[in-house]
């Protein structure tokens, strides 16, 4: 990576509070992060860590308590709804560990879903979603509904749709956590490969060693801060 590369991410000070009765609980303490391009970098901790928060804060589904986000130069944390339904459009994918496809929708049509928001007609929306689901080897399920699909198959379907925009960044949360350990390791074998053919961003939330090891970089949080931030050849104590 030269130097002259800018961080895709930047995270400035960021904290997060929740109100719990009279209770102020702080999620997010502080972090400052700087993501490049290209990096598979895992966020990784515990159960009540602020793992999931902070991903949540990074691709604007939670409005931080305070400080700054910016992905390139767009102030994340200080844009409206309207504007970040703009940007997570335009910028990102997601993959999630439940799926999140239509029981009512074929593979084709689940993959397809993204590019009806970008204003690509339907036929072919219907012949790159084709070529996306063969790309993650579910060519003859083109037409089988969820119920009708495994988990692993539902998760490929998960990942081609995530893929089909070419977003910068893929947020990545829990991908594998309904999965067996084989169907989990073509599952993240997928993501590196898709990540690295168009120089993509993953951003990968878990709680699983297995999981960390597909990472470039790993940034480990406990009770809401950053205790360790590690990328490979590296070790960097926070």
């Known amino acids: 990576m030269s130097e002259g590369t800018k961080p895709i991410i930047r995270v ?33 901790g515990q159960s009540g860590s602020g793992k999931s928060t902070l991903l949540n804060m990074l691709a604007g589904l939670e409005a931080p308590t305070s400080g700054d986000i910016f992905i390139g130069n767009i102030p994340v944390s200080r844009l409206s709804e309207n504007d970040l339904a703009i940007l997570r459009q335009r910028y990102l994918g997601f993959i999630f560990q439940s799926y999140n496809l239509m029981d009512n929708m074929t593979a084709v049509e689940n993959t397809a879903l993204p590019l009806i928001f970008k204003g690509v007609d339907k036929k072919q929306r219907e012949e790159l979603a084709v070529s996306a689901l063969r790309a993650v080897g579910l060519g003859e399920r083109l037409g089988h509904y969820p119920s009708r699909m495994s988990g692993g198959q539902q998760q490929r379907v998960g990942i081609a ?3 089909i925009t070419k977003p910068k960044i893929v947020f990545a949360d829990e991908p594998t956590g309904n999965l067996d350990t084989k169907t989990t390791a073509e599952v993240m074998d997928m993501i590196k490969s898709f990540a690295k053919k168009y120089n993509q961003t993953i951003i990968l939330v878990t709680h699983e060693n297995d999981l960390a090891e597909y990472a470039t970089r790993v940034i480990t949080l406990a009770d809401g801060k950053i205790i360790k931030d590690t990328r490979k050849g590296e070790d960097k104590n926070a």
């Open 12 to 44: 400035r000070n960021l904290c997060k509070d929740y109100i719990a009765g009279e209770e102020r609980i702080s999620a997010l303490k502080d972090i400052n992060i700087d993501i490049m391009p290209g990096e598979i970098c895992c966020i990784f």
């Open 161 to 163: 749709r995530a893929f």
